[in-house]
Nanobody, 124 residues
Framework: QVQLVESGGGLVQAGGSLRLSCAASGRTFSSYAMGWFRQAPGKEREFVAAISWSGGTTYYADPVKGRFTISRDNAKNTVYLQMNSLKPEDTAVYYC?????????????????WGQGTQVTVSS
C-alpha cells in the first residue's frame, strides 16, 4: 500500500518561507517521479512542481518559478517543496503525488497516488 504523508504547512506572512515535506512508503521511491499540486478554495487543483526519479529534471508552474524549489532525498524516501517569497495567492491545500513513471509531468492523470494534503495560508 503506497502512502504519502505531507507536512510543513501552516500560516505565514507574505514574503515569508515554508518548506513542505512528503514522506513516501510502500513503493520503491527512487524509481518514480514526484509532483506537488495545490488547490485553492473554489478553484481546481493545479500543478506546482515536479521532479524526476533521480532529481535531475524539474518542472515548475509559471506562477512559482524562481520562488519555489522542489527536491528529493531518495535515501529518506522524501520529496520537499521549498517555498520562498510567499504571496497571498499561494494560499491553498498542497498535495504531493507519485507519478506512474520515472519522468515528471504537469498532468494530474500521470500521477497515481496522492497524499491527504497540507494547508498553506499566506496572510497579507
Amino acid at each position: 500500500q503506497v502512502q504519502l504523508v505531507e507536512s510543513g504547512g501552516g500560516l505565514v506572512q507574505a514574503g515569508g518561507s515554508l518548506r513542505l515535506s512528503c514522506a513516501a512508503s510502500g513503493r520503491t521511491f527512487s524509481s518514480y517521479a514526484m509532483g506537488w499540486f495545490r488547490q485553492a478554495p473554489g478553484k481546481e487543483r493545479e500543478f506546482v512542481a515536479a521532479i524526476s526519479w533521480s532529481g535531475g529534471t524539474t518542472y515548475y508552474a509559471d506562477p512559482v518559478k524562481g520562488r519555489f524549489t522542489i527536491s528529493r532525498d531518495n535515501a529518506k524516501n522524501t520529496v520537499y517543496l521549498q517555498m520562498n517569497s510567499l504571496k497571498p495567492e499561494d494560499t491553498a491545500v498542497y498535495y504531493c503525488a507519485t507519478a506512474r513513471g520515472r519522468w515528471p509531468s504537469t498532468r494530474e492523470y500521470e500521477y497515481d497516488y496522492w497524499g491527504q494534503g497540507t494547508q498553506v495560508t499566506v496572510s497579507s
